[in-house]
């Protein structure tokens, strides 16, 4: 199906035992976290299921119940690495060859400008190439994160050899 050729997420998730730590940050069998694209932000993460669904009606119960424990798991984990305030849970699915679902959990700093506050957080999206989080960075804090996550240090893929940034 042409509609599934071009789901970013699908894509992904075909190589997902080659995917780098940023784009499989975790993953069970339901679900897999990445670190978002294009972010200035560091920490801003994405909850995606496994299999192609664009409606939150669509989950099956089991991936229903993998959800709410992956949304307090990661905002627990982003608490701890970021010390953020909170996390903002997000779901829109509206951009193109992103209808796969998928929820934003932000870790929302303290000092966030007030503009960025809220819906306005998606200001730190699509940022120029210059302000983003780059993919090694991305990567590092997909490997420091996975530390502050249950079975975090078995993980497949990526490596844990910078223990020192984490404890
Ligand atoms: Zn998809």
Not at 100 to 129: T, Y
Request: proline share 4%; glycine share 8%.
């Amino acid at each position: 199906m042409s509609q599934l050729a071009a789901c970013y997420a699908c894509e992904q998730e075909k190589m997902i035992e080659t995917l780098p730590p940023r784009e499989r940050v975790a993953v069970d069998d339901a679900w897999r976290v990445a670190h978002a694209m294009d972010t200035a932000l560091a920490g801003w993460l994405v909850l995606l299921p496994r299999r192609h669904v664009v409606a939150v009606a669509e989950l099956t119960g089991v991936e229903a119940a993998g959800l709410g424990v992956w949304q307090v798991r990661l905002s627990q984990a982003l608490h701890a690495v970021t010390g953020c305030a909170k996390t903002y849970v997000i779901a829109f699915g509206e951009a193109e060859g992103f209808s796969h679902l998928h929820f934003h959990v932000v870790p929302r700093m303290a000092q966030l400008a007030e503009g960025l506050r809220g819906p306005g957080v998606f200001g730190l999206l699509g940022r120029a190439a210059e302000e983003q989080v780059s993919a090694a960075e991305m990567n590092q804090f997909a490997v420091v994160l996975r530390h502050h996550l249950p079975g975090g240090s078995d993980r497949p893929s990526g490596s844990c050899d910078d223990d020192s940034a984490v404890r």
